[in-house]
């Protein structure tokens, strides 16, 4: 939603739920609205129930809370906050619920008795659905391109974004699929050229293990990739534009496991520094998909505490994220605590070189235990096992310090292979 078109909308909803207390007034008979009117006398719910007396008094109460519904939920809007859904559909509803409840049963002058408040309503509603299902076509989306040449690294092209695959010459009948999320590109670099690097990178592994790479590009459009301060942290924190970073992954594994007849048991996944990020993230998201992780010299990592707001913790996020001026999402996220439990029973590697020690900026590792990468990543170890011994279970993460090195994808990337490939 544009700022301009957020404005209009807010602005609209204040003054219909201002309406309502002219109604307010007309049902305490301190004006009339119109010359002659009566409303709400003679209501068919409640006027033979109650008396007129009285039905003028539930007006007056329901017309007031409907007044301040409105006014919230489009205070909400002008605001930028991700709770005005549920209080502007409420709203309408009560208010659509007074006018017809508190009808006299005539077909006379309905718009003196609300039937254009309850267009209005019924408009107001279906806007409401069309803002939510915005992202959601009706027109089913191509499957990604699977159809990949064995021993030939490929570059194909998905709805959402460039990824590259690589089938290795070796592949079996149903073969493992590990996926490559790559960091933040480097400063003359796109992030097409750093999943190309990465995967690369692989190749030799993927023969000799027979394992499917495939390492989407996380560009800086549509997932911030170069920005960690901008869009929440982008896909860091699983976050994009037209679909989430996790999603996306996801439906590239599931349509690779169909292609090639993977059974649908987890994949593999390794991510570097930004990578990192993202693959700590979506291990607690999605415990269920991923057999066996790896993470290398990430900055921050997802805390197990519910006072720190995703994506640096597991406390509830609402929120919107502009990507930009025409593009603003609204996010709820309520992080699951047994997800995070059960990531604690996936086999996690966390890997960082000795050397990397290097103070990272405090706005960019927020609710992060220590300055540097060297630092946190332990601590992060060590809260994620107490939390789990907390709940009863023996947290299976565990930590590489490798001398000699700092951050370094390709310098960390033997100790990446052979933590996958461990019992």
């Known amino acids: 939603m544009s700022p301009l078109l957020r404005f209009i909308i807010g602005v609209f909803i204040v003054l219909h739920g201002l309406v309502h207390l002219l109604y307010v007034g007309q049902s305490r008979r301190l004006f009339e609205l119109q010359p002659g009117m009566v409303w709400p006398d003679g209501s068919w719910a409640f006027s033979k129930l109650f008396g007129d007396e009285a039905t003028r008094w539930l007006a007056s109460v329901?017309?007031?809370?409907?007044?301040?519904?409105?006014?919230?939920?489009?205070?909400?809007?002008?605001?930028g906050q991700a709770w005005w859904r549920p209080v502007v559909v409420g709203s309408a509803v009560l208010s659509a619920a007074i006018?017809?409840?508190?009808?006299?049963?005539?077909?006379?002058?309905?718009?003196?008795?609300?039937?254009?408040?309850?267009?209005?309503?019924?408009?107001?509603?279906?806007?409401?659905?069309?803002?939510?299902?915005?992202?959601?076509?009706?027109?089913?989306?191509?499957?990604?391109?699977?159809?990949?040449?064995?021993?030939?690294?490929?570059k194909?092209?998905?709805?959402?974004?460039?990824?590259?695959?690589?089938?290795?010459?070796?592949?079996?009948?149903?073969?493992?699929?590990?996926?490559?999320?790559h960091g933040t590109p480097p400063k003359d670099e796109t992030a097409e050229w750093n999943a190309e690097y990465y995967a690369a990178n692989w190749i030799d592994f993927a023969?000799?293990?027979?394992?499917?790479?495939?390492?989407?590009?996380?560009?800086?459009?549509?997932?911030?990739?170069?920005?960690?301060?901008?869009?929440?942290?982008?896909?860091?924190?699983?976050?994009?534009?037209?679909?989430?970073?996790?999603?996306?992954?996801?439906?590239?594994?599931?349509?690779?496991?169909?292609?090639?007849?993977?059974?649908?048991?987890?994949?593999?996944l390794y991510g570097h520094s930004a990578g990192g990020q993202f693959t700590g993230r979506f291990l607690v998201t999605h415990p269920e998909s991923v057999k066996k992780a790896v993470i290398t010299s990430a900055a921050t990592y997802p805390q197990p505490n519910a006072e720190v707001a995703w994506p640096f913790g597991m406390g509830e996020l609402h929120t919107d994220i502009e990507w930009d001026s025409d593009t603003i999402?609204?996010?709820?996220?309520?992080?699951?605590?047994?997800?995070?439990?059960?990531?604690?029973?996936?086999?996690?590697?966390?890997?960082?070189?000795l050397n990397d020690t290097a103070e990272l900026p405090p706005a960019l590792i927020p609710s992060q235990s220590g300055k540097n990468r060297f630092v946190i990543a332990p601590n992060w170890i060590g809260d994620m096992a107490a939390f789990a011994e907390a709940n009863g279970l023996e947290s299976r993460f565990k930590l590489e310090i490798i001398p000699g090195q700092g951050h370094s994808m390709s310098g960390l990337i033997p100790y990446s292979q052979e933590a996958l490939i461990s019992q």
């Open 329 to 353: 999402q609204a996010m709820d996220i309520v992080p699951d605590k047994q997800k995070w439990l059960a990531a604690t029973q996936v086999p996690l590697t966390v890997i960082v070189g």
């Open 62 to 79: 329901f017309c007031v809370l409907a007044a301040i519904g409105f006014v919230v939920g489009g205070t909400g809007i002008l605001v």
């Open 156 to 181: 194909a092209e998905d709805v959402f974004g460039t990824f590259y695959a690589y089938v290795p010459t070796t592949v079996t009948e149903k073969p493992e699929i590990l996926v490559l999320v």
């Open 207 to 268: 023969e000799a293990y027979g394992y499917i790479l495939i390492a989407p590009a996380f560009n800086q459009e549509d997932f911030s990739s170069r920005r960690g301060d901008h869009a929440m942290s982008g896909y860091r924190g699983l976050f994009g534009r037209e679909i989430g970073a996790d999603e996306w992954v996801l439906r590239l594994v599931k349509a690779h496991e169909a292609a090639f007849g993977s059974a649908d048991e987890g994949f593999y």
């Open 99 to 154: 006018f017809i409840l508190l009808w006299d049963g005539k077909m006379q002058k309905l718009a003196d008795k609300g039937g254009i408040g309850v267009l209005i309503n019924l408009a107001i509603l279906v806007l409401v659905l069309s803002i939510a299902s915005s992202a959601f076509g009706s027109t089913p989306l191509p499957e990604p391109p699977t159809a990949h040449e064995p021993g030939q690294l490929a």
